[in-house]
């Protein structure tokens, strides 16, 4: 595998389920970050990491939660989402934080 | 708040135009500009990166950068229908250990054949 990539594609999940997104980079950088993407709206950032410590967190809900255990590995962990949460989540990593982000596929998640 | 400005569009332009879209920041320190392309419903993709006032051209873009306008633009010669997608302008800063990427809303771009 190369470049960044992100498990699973697609994800349909209930309110009071759990489940957890993954992304793996390939590419030795030391930064990692999360984004959500709504409907014909602009990225937010969401949490960013910088060699697996978490050095921002942009006012994001507590039913997501991020684990960074290496700096190739990202996850975001969802409880109890809202169906407003559906959205486009995409993984991104870059060598330092203010190199060139690659992004991975994303998973589209729907909250039913 | 460090701010990106792109209008959003949507841009419409007949194929074999020259497509511009531009993009504005609010910080004097940003060092580092980066366009990438998104078609609908898939991730960004790096189109090209600018570090040094003037043009940089790879085939048929064209990214300019005026850091005492605080502006960069991207030109698509030859525009082709496949070119159809949101278009984001990020600004990287260099403040040490707080510095990082920013992202602009995006220019929806649509080549007509």
């Known amino acids: ?112 | 708040q460090k701010e990106v400005e792109q209008n959003s569009g949507p841009l419409s332009v007949p194929e074999g135009a020259i497509a511009s879209l531009n993009c504005t920041y609010s910080d004097r320190v940003s060092q580092s500009f980066f366009w990438y392309r998104q078609y609908s419903g898939k991730s960004p993709e790096l189109i090209m990166s600018i570090y040094s006032n003037g043009d940089k051209e790879d085939g048929r873009f064209t990214a300019q950068l005026n850091k005492a306008s605080q502006y960069v633009s991207l030109l698509i010669r030859d525009s082709q229908p496949s070119d159809s997608a949101t278009y984001l302008c990020a600004v990287a800063d260099r403040g040490s250990t707080l510095g990082r990427l920013y992202f602009g809303r995006g220019t929806q771009l649509t080549v007509w054949p």
Do not use: I
Not at chain 1, 6 to 33: D, F, I, W
Not at chain 1, 40 to 48: A, S, T
Not at chain 1, 83 to 102: G, H, K, N, V
């Open chain 1, 1 to 112: 595998e190369t470049g960044v990539t992100q498990t699973p594609r697609h994800l349909v999940m209930g309110m009071t389920n759990k489940k957890s997104l993954k992304c793996e980079q390939h590419l030795g950088h030391n930064a990692m970050y999360w984004y959500k993407q709504s409907a014909k709206k602009p990225l937010e950032l969401m949490f960013v990491y910088n060699f697996k410590e978490q050095t921002e967190n942009n006012s994001v809900p507590s039913r997501f939660s991020p684990e960074c255990p290496n700096s190739s590995h990202l996850f975001l962990h969802l409880h109890t989402l809202q169906p407003e949460d559906s959205a486009l989540y995409l993984c991104a990593s870059s060598q330092s934080r203010t190199d060139t982000q690659y992004f991975g596929p994303g998973t589209r998640l729907t909250v039913l």
